[in-house]
């Protein structure tokens, strides 16, 4: 209905807060330093109801002066500054994409691993992609669309999906489980109910970003609260597939804003027609998998993997890089320290302690605020089976009810992509991060694996414990976390972005990328 961001070279300017403003602010509020609100000036939009204070993104919707603009006007920023963006994984790839795009000449992505993608992570079985992290691709995936247009890559539709109750032992449709005791009347009622208030929540949630959120007290509460108190209860069955099954926790632990970003009203949608249509249209797999996909949108800029950063300091003059590089010396790869000279940070890596604490020149705010983010680990492992029992699963796709205890370290979600090839792969949701919750993991495949009659070898192909969802706590929302962050963008030269930022999910998380630079980047640079 409305544009949310102007395309490149389309502002305004704000002469007193030294900024470049996109055309669908019409105004910055006076006696501000910059625009607090946000409106659309669409005609149609205004005649829908939703040109109100809806934020851009988190970072616009901000005042003055916890936007960072009197810190940032002492430092100029020009398309030839030299930007470091840490991190090859969706954020760090879409930021230095989106500065590519936009003209800026010298960015450099240290990356790591070995291999770019972060937690898309594509394995090749019998020629055929296999997605271990990230996968699907949704209608709500306007930007990752665009950019698989631009990058040519090719994406198939997902193979129809049943339920494994393991109470009874038998297999039900998605619809039949996420009406669980609900009448078709009453759950098709509250589903239009939620897709409406989803619609209208436009006015309090930004469309990227959770800064202006401790000023909705509705938002501060779990998703499960939120939907009892808006008299939703009925749908908690449907909203345990996309959220608990996939790795993100109880209805009742999730804060609410991150289940709303994740619940958009075209994401549900899809839900509601994969799960009672015989025929559908998402979600989507990139054929090539979305590990290449992300290789393909790094093909124009200058990414650096298997590169150990030791220390970042950060100066009014600058950012120093100190890192070891892999090189090659008569046939051998061996690491190399170098020290390299920036005029901007851009951490799209992890942001816990664990990870920026072992490099960075952390201050005691950055301390305080990252001791705040926890983790819900995730493990994929895959197994070939045998000939003989290839193709047992009754589909392709096979979700797994209820859903078990994250402490059980039973598997949620079975699936078996291609019917013409044998990798079966297994979700299971952990408490440990570490590799020794194995064990637990494999016994946990091997009982589902023998509930369902699928025969499994002895070894499996892949075993993956992914860092997953980072996250805060309803209390820190309400602390103003987000709104803390925020304030600290471009203080000390450097830029946060990534998951914890927008929310673990690619699209979100693309979007995010795009309004950092567009704000921070974009309207600063002469």
């Not at 079975?414 to 979700?427: H, R, W």
């Not at 927008?502 to 950092?516: G, M, R, T």
Request: with cysteine; net charge neutral; charged share 20%.
């Amino acid at each position: 209905l409305f544009q949310r961001c102007a395309p490149p070279g389309s502002k305004l300017f704000d002469e007193r807060a030294g900024i470049a403003l996109p055309r669908c602010v019409p105004h910055a509020v006076e006696g501000s330093a910059a625009v607090s609100s946000i409106r659309s000036p669409s005609v149609w939009a205004t005649a829908a109801g939703l040109a109100t204070t809806t934020p851009i993104c988190a970072s616009m919707a901000l005042g003055a002066e916890p936007w960072g603009i009197d810190r940032m006007t002492t430092n100029t920023m020009t398309k030839h500054d030299r930007i470091c963006v840490v991190g090859a994984g969706p954020a760090g790839l879409a930021t230095a994409y989106r500065l590519h795009r936009e003209g800026f000449t010298n960015v450099t992505v240290l990356e790591k691993l070995p291999q770019i993608g972060g937690l898309c992570l594509t394995y090749e079985f019998q020629g055929r992609a296999f997605d271990l992290g990230a996968n699907y691709v949704t209608s709500s995936y306007r930007r990752i669309r665009k950019m698989a247009k631009e990058v040519r890559a090719e994406m198939y539709i997902e193979a129809n999906a049943s339920f494994y109750d393991t109470t009874t032992g038998k297999y039900q449709s998605i619809l039949r489980t996420a009406r669980r005791n609900t009448s078709l009347p009453r759950f098709g009622y509250d589903s239009v109910r939620y897709l409406w208030k989803r619609w209208r929540l436009g006015r309090e949630l930004p469309s990227s970003g959770f800064a202006v959120t401790d000023e909705h007290p509705d938002l501060l509460q779990s998703f499960g609260q939120w939907l009892d108190q808006q008299g939703l209860t009925s749908l908690r069955a449907l909203f345990e597939i996309p959220i608990t099954l996939m790795g993100y926790g109880p209805l009742d632990v999730i804060p609410a804003p991150y289940a709303l970003t994740y619940m958009r009203v075209g994401s549900v949608l899809d839900l509601m027609i994969y799960g009672s249509m015989p025929f559908h249209r998402w979600p989507r797999r990139f054929v090539d998998g979305f590990q290449r996909f992300w290789a393909r949108v790094a093909e124009p800029l200058d990414v650096r993997t298997g590169v150990h950063i030791t220390s970042v300091q950060r100066g009014a003059d600058g950012v120093t890089v100190v890192a070891q590089f892999p090189t090659e010396v008569d046939g051998n790869v061996v690491l190399e320290q170098r020290t390299l000279e920036f005029d901007w940070l851009v951490l799209c890596c992890p942001l816990q302690l664990s990870t920026t604490g072992e490099f960075l020149d952390l201050s005691a705010q950055e301390i305080e605020l990252f001791e705040r983010i926890t983790l819900n680990p995730f493990c994929v492992t895959t197994y070939a089976m045998a000939p003989s029992h290839a193709f047992e699963l009754k589909t392709r796709l096979v979700n797994v009810t209820p859903a078990p205890e994250r402490s059980s370290a039973r598997p949620t979600i079975i699936t078996q992509q291609f019917k013409d090839n044998p990798l079966v792969t297994f979700y299971t949701p952990v408490t440990d991060p570490g590799a020794g919750i194995e064990p637990a993991v494999l016994a946990g495949v091997r009982q589902l694996a023998a509930e369902v009659s699928i025969h499994l070898p002895d070894h499996y192909e892949t075993w993956n414990n992914f860092p997953y969802f980072p996250q805060v706590q309803v209390s820190d929302f309400a602390n103003g976390w987000y709104r803390r962050v925020e304030a600290m963008q471009g203080t000390n030269r450097t830029f946060y972005n990534g998951g914890i930022m927008a929310f673990e999910l690619i699209e979100p998380i693309v979007e995010y990328s795009e309004c950092l630079v567009r704000t921070h980047f974009v309207a600063r640079a002469t």
